[in-house]
């Protein structure tokens, strides 16, 4: 049998897709520019169904016709140089994938160009770590809809499966559609990381409490609404001793500089260009950038004064008041996410379907949750929501916990605990519940120094004061 489909890259991720879509009953090519690992891979397995080469040319020839082959390489340069190496050996109608965390828009470009030269090209996102790489991510898949049906079933035996079975994979739409929701996916996953750090600093700092207790009181948010991955491995990783031998918690041991690969970036920045309010990824983007700032936070710490008054609390409500701040905010962040994605799809001619996307984020991706179930089913309800605070749903969580959001804002600027999180997911709330904004005094601003117009609330038309003439 020739391998239906190949993998180029052997690092860990294309690795361990390769073997993920041998475990489902097929022969797979491989191949890495760096020939010993390939060489690896196949000593490593030798009862797997694995066809190595050596040369891209021998690679693209052991293939089935029309041929599939998923790149698993660094994205950028790389990207491109892989492509540009097996471009000369493949045939119209050939399936070529991305599966890197590339930038939508080089994913749009390399379409536009390969489909002249009648290569399909799929740009997907894959979620899920080299663990869910291996044993199910979560997939984000783009490009032609033709080539995708090419692809579809084996991706759908690749990719997680949801609780009621369904494959965590869905054709997204045309172009750099699946990397821009992938991108979206991992802003999203800046927001919730961000949420859970601020909990856990709150109960640290602010309530006192020791790593231990924390760990219990994540275990057990664990088992209601905040059920998913990142609390799970939040509450495991709490547990955790010194590995190098004391006995202290290894949280407290690691540095506190949060490094990016630069998605959450892309995020803020596309939600700049579009017009978006995406204030709760972007603030969990420069939380990362201020705690790389590790020097001058120390020095300043000696310095500036921390607030001088203590703040009174009864502790075990103040801890529900904590969860309630962390689920209303993680609503404020996706329902600004998906409200991203719903201009996008505009801007970009995409036919976003969001409860679909909502239902493969459910399994195998770093933000599975079980609250996605209820976003699922907002969009299901109505395809056409303005905003997921408009559910039912979500509305009335939003009416119950709002107050536990504000105790809690109130409580930790008092005490001098950083909440950019939690600040701008409630000053969010408020200026989208807002009918009045002072954005009136704005364009009064703008039109005194600038002629720049207004419009009025209680006539049709552009105006312009007369600022510079007496009344
Ligand atoms: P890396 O991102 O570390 O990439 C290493 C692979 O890229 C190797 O196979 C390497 O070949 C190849 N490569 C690099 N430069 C070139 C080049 N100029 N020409 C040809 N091949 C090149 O590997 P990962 O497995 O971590 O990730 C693969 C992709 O998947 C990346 O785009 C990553 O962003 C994405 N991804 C990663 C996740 C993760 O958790 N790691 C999760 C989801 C997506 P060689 O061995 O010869 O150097």
């Known amino acids: 049998d020739k391998p239906q489909i190949g993998v180029v890259g052997m690092a860990v991720m294309g690795k361990n897709l390769a073997l993920n879509i041998e475990s489902r009953g097929y022969t797979v090519a491989i191949y890495n520019r760096t020939g010993s690992k390939t060489e690896k891979v196949v000593s490593d397995h030798p009862e797997k169904h694995l066809v190595p080469s050596y040369t891209i040319e021998d690679f693209v020839n052991s293939l089935e016709k029309p041929r599939r082959i998923m790149m698993m390489v660094k994205a950028g340069k790389p990207t491109d140089a892989v492509i540009a190496e097996l ?72 990719a997680a499966k949801a609780e009621d079975g369904a494959p965590c994979v869905t054709y997204i739409g045309p172009n750099g559609a699946g990397h821009y929701v992938k991108m979206i996916h991992n802003g999203i996953e800046y927001g919730d990381e961000e949420l859970i750090d601020e909990s856990y600093n709150l109960l640290r700092n602010m309530v006192g409490l020791s790593v231990d207790e924390i760990a219990d009181i994540f275990s057990e948010w664990n088992k209601g609404e905040l059920d998913s991955y990142l609390i799970d491995i939040t509450a495991d990783i709490l547990t955790r001793k010194d590995d190098l031998g004391s006995d202290k918690p290894i949280v407290d041991l690691i540095m506190d500089k949060g490094g990016n690969k630069g998605t959450g970036k892309w995020s803020s920045q596309n939600a700049l260009e579009l017009g978006v309010p995406q204030s709760l990824i972007t603030e969990s983007v420069y939380a990362r950038y201020i705690s790389v700032l590790k020097d001058e936070r120390v020095a300043a710490s000696k310095v500036l004064p921390k607030p001088e008054g203590k703040v009174s609390f009864d502790k075990d409500e103040v801890i529900e008041k904590i969860r309630q701040a962390l689920y209303f905010s993680k609503i404020m962040s996706y329902a600004q996410g998906f409200e991203q994605m719903k201009v996008a799809a505009k801007h970009y001619d995409w036919d976003l379907q969001f409860g679909e996307i909502a239902k493969i984020w459910r399994a195998g991706c770093i933000i599975r949750a079980r609250f996605l179930q209820n976003i699922t089913d907002a969009f299901d309800k109505d395809p056409e929501l303005d905003n997921l605070l408009l559910d039912d749903y979500f509305k009335d969580i939003a009416k119950k916990y709002q107050e536990s959001v504000r105790d809690i804002v109130g409580l930790a600027v008092k005490a001098g605990v950083p909440i950019p999180g939690f600040a701008s997911a409630i000053s969010y709330y408020d200026s ?26 209680d006539r049709e038309g552009t105006y312009h004061f007369p600022w510079y003439e007496e009344q």
């Open 87 to 158: 471009l000369p050996h493949l045939d119209k109608g050939d399936v070529l994938i991305d599966g890197g965390n590339t930038f939508f828009e080089d994913t749009m470009r390399r379409n536009a160009e390969l489909d002249n030269s009648g290569i399909n090209f799929i740009g997907t996102g894959v979620s899920g770590g080299e663990l869910g790489a291996l044993e199910g991510p979560s997939m984000m898949p783009g490009g032609q809809k033709e080539a995708y049906d090419l692809v579809a079933p084996i991706f759908e035996k690749m």
């Open 432 to 457: 989208y519940r807002s009918a009045v904004l002072p954005a009136n005094l704005l364009q009064a601003q703008r039109d005194y120094f600038g002629a720049h117009t207004y419009e009025r609330v």
